[in-house]
């Protein structure tokens, strides 16, 4: 399986996924803690992806998303952004609404 094979199945297997740096009971960067902390705050269970245990996930999640930077967060298999991004859409609202709505079934 090639790596954005493997970085599909991440988002489309799990509701909420984020690439960070670390893990999130001990993100090794700042902006990963900050988008964990978002998570924490709404109470959201989610899949963490260490982009530093998997050099090949680390490079291919910036081609399969066209984001140059991590932590990078997926929502229902929708790319939503990095820290900045999640931290206004959690701000105004915006995040709550994204992670509480159904997903819609064909």
């Not at 803690?33 to 963490?48: E, F, P, Q, T």
């Not at 245990?53 to 990095?82: A, H, N």
């Amino acid at each position: 399986m090639g790596t954005s094979d493997r970085i599909t199945s991440l988002v489309t297997d799990n509701d909420i996924v984020l690439f960070m740096k670390g893990v999130p009971q001990a993100p090794q960067c700042g902006f990963s803690a900050g988008v964990v902390k978002v998570l924490d705050a709404l109470g959201v269970s989610y899949v963490g992806v260490n982009v530093l245990e998997d050099p090949f996930i680390r490079e291919g999640i910036k081609e399969y998303s066209d984001w140059p930077t991590i932590p990078q967060l997926y929502v229902k298999g929708e790319f939503v952004g990095g820290c900045d991004i999640v931290r206004e859409m959690y701000e105004s609202g915006e995040l709550q609404a994204l992670v509480n709505t159904p997903e819609e079934t064909g």
